[in-house]
């Protein structure tokens, strides 16, 4: 077992404070029910009913504006449904305590601004937040937490760094190390390898693999589909707010689905190196002699 492994394991899930209200689906701690999701009046999905199987990697596909992250930022509590409801650990989502969320379930949206003048480490620090008491003493476990995420981000060099000095990928790893600093099992993230290059984009899917294949339900929102097919064990692929296919992405990415989703014309062939689907689009002939 890694360190990382190790620190993730040791934080306390267990709450007593809210009793559970409804049974969860099988095999699920984090669901929707017949829910309704926008914002303000404009609703985005509707009727919408989907269940995060536990210990996957499930990613949520989907062309622009399909409701990919409205749907996440239901799962973490960031929006209220206006009719249905979130279930989290059998009980409404809502009906928990913000800080009672937070110890259960860490989110890494899309688009995140850090405070003015503030270093890596302090902002790694505020993922601690939650395993705080009132006084809010900062203890050795604390520290050892925030380390650990950082080397697991690989942001441990620029520790003492302004994140407002760095650049968008940098800045996207020191908030990567801060949900990681959380000690949640079930992580949910936005568009994680957004300004990312090829190679840390494929470090950061693969320390999430490992964080899932220990046991912790990862949730990611991705517009790379092969990445999607190739590190997910579980794909819910949208389009227009609703879910059009989810299960193994060994049984529902095909061509049809590709064109019926994104509009694109493709071929699924088998990946060359692990054997998921990989889709290779139908374009102009762009041969050369």
């Given at each position: 077992m890694s360190v990382f492994t190790h620190f993730?394991?040791?934080?306390?899930?267990?709450d007593q404070s809210v009793m559970p209200d409804s049974q969860p689906a099988a095999?699920?701690?984090?669901?929707?029910?017949?829910?309704?999701?926008?914002?303000?009046?404009?609703?985005?999905?509707?009727?919408?009913?989907?269940?995060?199987?536990?210990?996957?990697?499930?990613?949520?596909?989907?062309?622009?504006?399909?409701?990919?992250?409205?749907?996440?930022?239901?799962?973490?509590?960031?929006?209220?449904?206006?009719?249905?409801?979130?279930?989290?650990?059998?009980?409404?989502?809502?009906?928990?305590?913000?800080?009672?969320?937070?110890?259960?379930?860490?989110?890494?949206?899309?688009?995140?601004?850090?405070?003015?003048?503030?270093?890596?480490?302090?902002?790694?620090?505020?993922?601690?937040?939650?395993?705080?008491?009132?006084?809010?003493l900062w203890t050795e476990g604390d520290e050892q937490a925030v380390?650990?995420?950082?080397?697991?981000?690989?942001?441990?060099?620029?520790?003492?760094?302004?994140?407002?000095?760095?650049?968008?990928?940098?800045?996207?790893?020191?908030?990567?190390?801060?949900?990681?600093?959380?000690q949640t099992d079930i992580l949910l993230l936005d568009e994680p390898t957004t300004f990312l290059d090829i190679t840390h984009q494929i470090e950061l899917l693969e320390l999430f693999t490992d964080l899932n294949r220990d046991g912790h339900t990862i949730v990611a929102v991705l517009h790379d589909l092969n990445h999607a097919a190739r590190f997910g064990t579980h794909l819910i692929a949208m389009k227009d707010g609703v879910v059009?296919?989810?299960?193994?992405?060994?049984?529902i990415v095909t061509a049809e689905l590709v064109e019926e989703v994104f509009g694109l014309r493709c071929l699924v062939i088998s990946d060359p190196v692990v054997g998921t689907p990989h889709v290779v689009p139908l374009g102009r002939d762009r041969s050369r002699p």
């Open positions: 993730i394991r040791s934080a306390t899930l267990k095999g699920s701690r984090l669901h929707v029910e017949d829910a309704s999701i926008g914002y303000d009046k404009r609703v985005i999905s509707k009727g919408l009913s989907v269940s995060i199987p536990d210990r996957s990697f499930t990613m949520i596909v989907g062309p622009n504006a399909c409701g990919k992250s409205t749907l996440l930022r239901g799962l973490s509590r960031l929006l209220k449904p206006s009719a249905g409801r979130v279930i989290l650990d059998g009980a409404d989502i809502q009906s928990y305590k913000t800080k009672d969320v937070a110890r259960r379930i860490g989110l890494l949206p899309q688009a995140s601004i850090a405070p003015d003048g503030i270093t890596v480490a302090d902002l790694v620090a505020r993922g601690r937040y939650p395993h705080q008491g009132f006084a809010r380390l650990r995420a950082m080397d697991a981000a690989a942001v441990t060099e620029l520790s003492g760094r302004l994140v407002d000095e760095l650049s968008g990928g940098q800045r996207q790893r020191v908030w990567v190390a801060m949900a990681l600093a959380q059009v296919a989810e299960g193994l992405p060994s049984k």
